[in-house]
């Protein structure tokens, strides 16, 4: 059992460039969701999504962009990368109805922009 | 929207207990989880507490009270292994569907 896998682990842009990071999860988890990750800020929500054909902007979505268009995928798409998007991305998924709302997470993407 | 408070660092030796709290504020409530994180690695699910009380769970317990917006992730008999970072986190979004986490207590054992 995969779990969620991200892809690629590293990646580095230059300014202006664009990107998707790839995330899938084999879980059959209704609830999909994306955050950053930087030193001393903790993880914050980028975007989220409940279920195919619905998302939900997060706590930090501008310049990025989500679409959900089956279960098990969920991309993240940069179309103009900026140097402050430089940081570690986690793809992370849940069951819905789970008591504890437990969340697994990928490995994490992590991102230069120069 | 969501925000919770947690001491940004906390250092133990190996052998003591150490307590982790987590102030949060937010609109509708659906409990607070705790995850650990590991130097490079992903974070992973510690406990959840949708109640009030005490949660446990081997070496590591977690306690809620939501009359005063408050929990604490306790941790036992400490090991070195157990240097990590610490997040605790709300539900929040549309109907609490999305997870909120706070910046993260990193816990540092020494033997």
């Known amino acids: 059992n995969a779990g969620v896998t991200q892809t690629p682990k590293f990646q580095v842009l230059k300014t202006g460039q664009s990107m998707t990071l790839q995330c899938a999860q084999d879980?059959?988890?209704?609830?999909m969701s994306w955050y950053r990750q930087d030193p001393g800020m903790g993880l914050r929500l980028i975007h989220y999504s409940v279920g195919a054909g619905i998302t939900d902007q997060g706590e930090v979505p501008n310049g990025y962009n989500v679409s959900r268009s089956t279960t098990e995928d969920f991309p993240l798409r940069l179309l103009s990368a900026a140097p402050s998007q430089t940081s570690v991305y986690f793809c992370?998924?849940?069951?819905?109805?789970?008591?504890?709302?437990?969340?697994?997470f990928g490995e994490g993407s992590r991102l230069t922009v120069l | 929207g969501q925000s919770l408070e947690q001491p940004s660092e906390v250092t133990a030796v190996e052998g003591a207990i150490v307590q982790i709290n987590c102030t949060y504020q937010t609109s509708g409530f659906y409990g607070l989880s705790w995850y650990q994180q590991h130097d490079g690695g992903a974070p992973t699910f510690l406990s959840y507490n949708g109640l009030d009380g005490l949660e446990e769970t081997g070496r590591f317990s977690s306690f809620l009270s939501r009359s005063d917006s408050y929990g604490y992730l306790l941790l036992q008999e400490l090991q070195m292994k157990d240097s990590a970072s610490y997040f605790c986190?709300?539900?929040?979004?549309?109907?609490?569907?999305?997870?909120?986490f706070g910046k993260g207590t990193t816990l540092s054992v020494s033997s």
């Open positions: 992370a998924s849940s069951l819905t109805g789970s008591p504890t709302g437990e969340l697994f």
């Open positions: 986190a709300v539900r929040g979004g549309q109907a609490g569907t999305a997870l909120i």
């Open positions: 879980m059959n988890h209704e609830y």
